[in-house]
């Protein structure tokens, strides 16, 4: 396993994502499945993967986490139905979670999980990724320009604005895991 993996992983599991290495595993992108909201992982999965389907795992609020698997389909609907049941009103803490919990937010949490394991800009965000836009895509998270930062703010996730201090806002979290 390539070292970066290995700190991804560490990274994973330090905060409390289900994580297991699996030989062949394969999902909706290579190298990692989603399997009951634990991510399977095949020893050669590149570290930018990982992250980005952990980035997923990790915004979905964690009562609904375990609904996850494969494209996470059949997962969100789920989610989405038991929500309604429920009859929150639409500024609940719960709503906004689940609001927020698309792919523009995971790919800000991958890349600010990346950032905190310390690994290089092009580990975390690839070129040929997200159709090609990869560098694209890696220069608005540099400039904190990113759509999926503000979900990750309105999901609680982080803060964002030139009024907070540096060290507490995007691309640190105020909390890694959706606990919504």
Same mark, same amino acid.
């Given at each position: 396993? +390539?070292?970066?993996?290995? @700190?991804?992983? @560490?990274?994973?599991?330090?905060?409390?994502?289900? %994580?297991?290495?699996?030989?062949?595993?394969?999902?909706?992108?290579?190298? %990692?499945?989603?399997? @009951?909201?634990?991510? $399977? %992982?095949?020893?050669? /999965? =590149?570290? =930018?993967?990982?992250?980005?389907?952990?980035?997923?795992? =990790? /915004?979905?609020?964690?009562?609904?986490?375990?609904?996850? =698997?494969?494209?996470? +389909?059949?997962?969100?609907?789920?989610?989405?139905?038991?929500?309604? $049941?429920? /009859?929150?009103?639409?500024?609940?803490?719960?709503?906004?979670?689940?609001?927020?919990?698309?792919?523009?937010?995971?790919?800000?949490? +991958?890349?600010?999980?990346? %950032?905190?394991?310390?690994?290089?800009?092009?580990?975390?965000?690839?070129?040929?990724?997200?159709?090609?836009?990869?560098?694209?895509?890696?220069?608005?998270?540099?400039?904190?320009?990113?759509?999926?930062?503000?979900?990750?703010?309105?999901?609680?996730?982080?803060?964002?604005?030139?009024?907070?201090?540096?060290?507490?806002?995007?691309?640190?979290?105020?909390?890694?895991?959706?606990?919504?």
């Amino acid at each position: 396993m +390539a070292p970066d993996l290995i @700190n991804v992983l @560490n990274f994973l599991r330090t905060i409390g994502l289900d %994580v297991a290495i699996k030989e062949g595993a394969e999902g909706f992108i290579e190298g %990692v499945r989603i399997e @009951n909201g634990c991510l $399977l %992982v095949d020893p050669a /999965c =590149s570290a =930018s993967s990982l992250l980005h389907e952990a980035g997923h795992i =990790s /915004c979905i609020p964690g009562r609904f986490r375990h609904y996850m =698997s494969d494209d996470l +389909a059949t997962g969100m609907q789920r989610m989405l139905n038991d929500l309604q $049941l429920m /009859c929150l009103e639409p500024d609940d803490p719960l709503e906004r979670a689940v609001i927020q919990c698309g792919d523009p937010e995971a790919t800000a949490w +991958a890349w600010a999980a990346g %950032v905190a394991i310390g690994l290089n800009p092009d580990q975390i965000i690839q070129d040929h990724e997200y159709g090609g836009e990869g560098a694209s895509i890696r220069m608005m998270l540099q400039a904190n320009q990113y759509l999926g930062i503000n979900g990750l703010a309105q999901a609680g996730m982080c803060k964002r604005g030139n009024r907070i201090k540096p060290d507490l806002r995007y691309p640190n979290l105020t909390t890694w895991l959706q606990s919504a």
